[in-house]
């Protein structure tokens, strides 16, 4: 065989490039419908679950109806399944928000709530992407059905992998959704053009102008109109989510995957906007004294207002472990981080971390989370012994963790106060609203044998010269939870999932502080779903509460400060 006929052998036909290009699409679409749906419903394993199944399911569908309309398949007809594609993608680019806020008002049970939405926007694609494998395999020039579909089919799987790593590794770190989205339905419509040549129809010319106009208004249209939460002033994709700055007045909050992380009143960066992140600062009572407290640990950066107040307010060398390193330099330019000697950001996974530092720490931070979920590798017994470890003999560890402070949705925050309690000689919890609704619990942990009642505690906040007055956040003091029908949290088993099952379609209450003490209530629906760092629809009720300057804000899940 000569260099020249090597060479077009190795050339794919037509229905060949067809194949390819739609595992490329396929798999592609189904990797960044994760990125679609998981601000509204979660990124728990039902959503996962229900992408897989329905993804599946519509290129079966669409394998079995192509073979039995294969003997009818031509060129034209993949062009034209092709084009078809490229419309839908527009229309998911242009109508997916407005879809997704609809279909979860569909009353399902939390586990199916996000299928609705998952079959009416992926469901169509897929399917058409199925015809297009049993087509080629019936215009495939290779001798013998098997040989044919063997080859067909090896195509589109090495399609898909092209396309997983793609958007794995290129295109979510460096485009936004929508733009995403574009690149693919501009891959479909320059396919559908190449398999029209060499004398391309006046027609099919004409539906690549209409549909490429149909692709670019989308996308455009998509970000046209006023954001209900403000004035975006920076989004990107991370390689581990979406990221958003928003300003709202005075009020600047990072979301990431839709969900509010952290706050930062531009008028007043000393304000605790989110009033969970006051109670970081009660571990300084449970130390042998606040100066005895040289180094502290946050895992989870998000916004960095955390790690920043603490420089501000303490004498102390500052360590904050987060993953994502999108989130360190959006805080660095949005959000006043200024790494220094005495506060510096670690981009690695926050176990990771301690597992490789020879450290030691007087307070550890445990904010951590991924939407409403703390990694369950930072929820067991065994990481619990690594914090226990990195501790100084008098440390202090505090875990925030989202959960409802009695009833079924408070199995997470129990099953955690159990875990914690196999390693650490006393726990303490504080919740952080009035409400049973599911809300922020600051779970502490010390390795002092000395168990401080509540009176206790607020006479050494009298006592001891704090820059900030906890009285309102002892008074949340709770009592010893019944754990007996939780498990110990372990490497081995650590069924976040099942323990926060209960606190799916519920609302989450957030505490925000005011500059002018006044008080009332915004609610949202949690999603029906967090960690390693948020469904955001605010809807607004005023109504009074007895906290001292607070509003209760029922808002997303998961939070980073």
Do not use: C
Not at 81 to 102: E, P
């Amino acid at each position: 065989m000569d260099v020249s006929r090597a060479l077009e052998s190795t050339r794919f036909s037509k229905p060949e490039l067809a194949v390819f290009v739609s595992g490329v699409v396929s798999m592609g679409l189904e990797i960044l419908a994760l990125r679609i749906v998981a601000p509204q419903f979660g990124s728990h394993i039902y959503t996962v679950g229900g992408l897989l199944t329905v993804f599946l399911a519509g290129l079966s569908l669409g394998y079995w109806q192509g073979g039995r309309a294969a003997e009818r398949a031509s060129n034209s007809q993949m062009r034209w399944l092709l084009f078809a594609t490229a419309i839908y993608i527009a229309i998911i680019i242009y109508t997916s928000d407005m879809l997704l806020y609809a279909t979860a008002a569909i009353p399902l049970s939390p586990r199916y709530a996000s299928l609705p939405s998952i079959i009416i926007l992926f469901g169509p694609p897929t399917y058409l992407l199925g015809f297009i494998s049993p087509y080629a395999a019936e215009l495939s020039a290779k001798e013998g059905i098997g040989e044919a579909s063997g080859h067909v089919y090896a195509l589109g799987t090495i399609g898909s992998i092209v396309g997983s790593g793609v958007t794995t590794y290129l295109l979510i770190p460096s485009l936004s959704i929508t733009q995403i989205s574009l690149f693919f339905g501009f891959v479909l419509v320059g396919t559908a053009v190449v398999v029209s040549l060499p004398r391309p129809s006046r027609r099919t010319l004409a539906v690549v102008a209409v549909v490429s106009l149909l692709l670019v208004g989308a996308a455009t249209s998509s970000s046209i109109g006023l954001d209900p939460r403000g004035d975006v002033v920076y989004q990107t994709q991370t390689a581990h989510q979406q990221l958003e700055v928003v300003d709202n007045g005075d009020v600047r909050t990072l979301y990431l995957d839709d969900t509010r992380h952290s706050a930062r009143d531009l008028s007043d960066p000393d304000r605790h906007v989110f009033e969970y992140t006051r109670y970081f600062h009660l571990p300084m009572l449970m130390a042998e004294s606040p100066e005895s407290v040289d180094r502290v640990l946050f895992i989870g950066g998000g916004g960095y207002t955390g790690p920043q107040d603490f420089e501000r307010q303490y004498d102390v060398e500052i360590d904050v472990v987060e993953i994502d390193e999108e989130v360190t330099a959006t805080a660095e330019t949005y959000f006043g981080l200024e790494q220094s000697a005495d506060l510096q950001a670690h981009t690695v996974d926050g176990r990771s971390f301690l597992q490789n530092s020879d450290e030691t720490y007087d307070v550890i931070v445990l904010d951590a989370f991924k939407r409403d979920q703390v990694p369950f590798e930072l929820t067991t017994v065994e990481f619990m012994q690594l914090v226990d470890e990195h501790l100084s003999e008098d440390g202090v560890l505090i875990s925030n963790v989202i959960s409802a402070p009695s009833g079924p949705a408070s199995d997470f925050y129990r099953a955690e106060y159990a875990t914690m309690n196999e390693v650490f000689p006393q726990v303490y919890s504080f919740r952080t609203s009035d409400t049973g609704a599911v809300q922020n619990i600051q779970v502490i942990a010390t390795k002092n044998d000395t168990r401080y009642s509540e009176a206790e505690l607020q006479a050494r906040n009298r006592n001891t010269d704090l820059p900030i007055d906890l009285s309102g956040e002892i008074e949340n003091y709770m009592a010893e939870p019944n754990t007996d029908d939780v498990p110990v949290l372990t490497d081995d088993r650590a069924a976040v999932n099942e323990l926060l099952d209960p606190m799916l379609g519920q609302q989450y209450v957030i505490e925000e502080t005011t500059d002018d003490g006044a008080s009332g209530a915004t609610s949202d629906s949690a999603s029906s779903d967090e960690p390693d760092g948020t469904n955001d629809t605010d809807a607004t009720n005023s109504s009074e509460d007895d906290t001292d300057g607070t509003t209760s804000s029922l808002a997303p899940l998961a939070r980073a400060s």
